[in-house]
């Protein structure tokens, strides 16, 4: 059961796509008249900004115990989506009431991967890049891309690895690649492979 009225109008029960990515989530209602402020999880928000309607899921429990806006996953219209400051602000469609924008607040931001737009040559949505495995000029496999990190001016690939101690023992580790043509030779989406020029004890 939706507790605002308003709410109830604008968000409609759905299921997730089947490729369906987390790029977001609200931070907070914006204004007054219904926007909604948004923390995107990539420093490249064209999906956001083009997507015309968007799928929800609560927030994390730890991020927002006891929400209870919707239950399950819900999807909404946006009228308008725009750059402002470090963040992403959104208009709602059919929502004009600040308090039930903030009844949002928290909630995360699914798109299918369908929907972004295409990526211009020599760009990728890092998405297309977790679980890639990396490897150098020399052919040494140097881990697989578990996340990618924004750094100001560039990105850094986070590559994880099994590490073997001197006494035989394995653990997991993990190295930074910067994600720049000086260090990144090519990235292979169908091959899932990036070659870097990196070498393991650098």
Known sequence: ????????????????????????????????????????????????????????????????????????????????????????????????DRNAAEALRGVRIFLPRSSFPTASKDEYYWVDLIGLNVVNREGVALGCVRDLMATGPHSVLCVEYTETKEDGASSTAERMIPFVSAYVDAVDIAGKCITVDWQPDY
């Open 1 to 96: 059961m939706l507790p605002d009225l308003q709410l109830s109008t604008v968000l409609t029960p759905s299921s997730l796509p089947d490729d369906a990515v987390e790029v977001g989530r609200i931070l907070d209602a914006w204004g007054v008249k219904g926007w909604v402020k948004i923390l995107p999880h990539s420093t490249d928000p064209d999906a956001i900004l083009s997507a015309k309607s968007w799928f929800l899921q609560a927030p994390d429990a730890k991020f927002r115990p006891g929400f209870n806006a919707f239950p399950g996953t819900v999807s909404l219209r946006v009228d308008e989506a725009k750059i402002h400051s470090d963040s992403v602000v959104a208009k709602i469609s059919g929502l004009d």
